[in-house]
């Protein structure tokens, strides 16, 4: 009976370190399988903040193209109203300074 208790907690003993060791091992795996995603995790996520900069910059440089040539378009605008000449006054308040078919009793 002694053997028979001795043997049976030896093989209990066996089958419990068995277990942990078991255990152990999935949670290692488990252990590197999240390192691995939490590298591809910060990788996507540089890649994304990288994408946004070179957007932003692109928005910025569009930007600055649209107001250049804005400014240009303004600036042209305003010079080119005091190159022409400007339209007579009418007269007697008639358009273009003739009647336009009514009868006036003083024209």
Do not use: C, D
């Not at 995603?37 to 932003?56: F, P, S, T, V, Y």
Request: aromatic fraction near 8%.
């Amino acid at each position: 009976e002694r053997r028979e208790r001795k043997q049976k907690q030896s093989k209990e003993m066996a089958e419990k370190a068995t277990r942990e060791l078991e255990k152990m091992q999935l949670q290692e795996k488990a252990e590197v399988k999240y390192n691995e995603w939490l590298k591809k995790k910060r990788a996507e996520e540089a890649e994304k903040k990288k994408k946004e900069k070179e957007k932003e910059k692109a928005r910025e440089v569009e930007q600055q193209k649209k107001k250049t040539r804005s400014e240009k378009i303004f600036k042209e605008w305003l010079q080119n109203p005091r190159n022409k000449p400007r339209p007579l006054s009418n007269g007697y308040s008639f358009p273009h300074g003739n009647s336009t078919g009514l009868y006036f009793k003083y024209t």
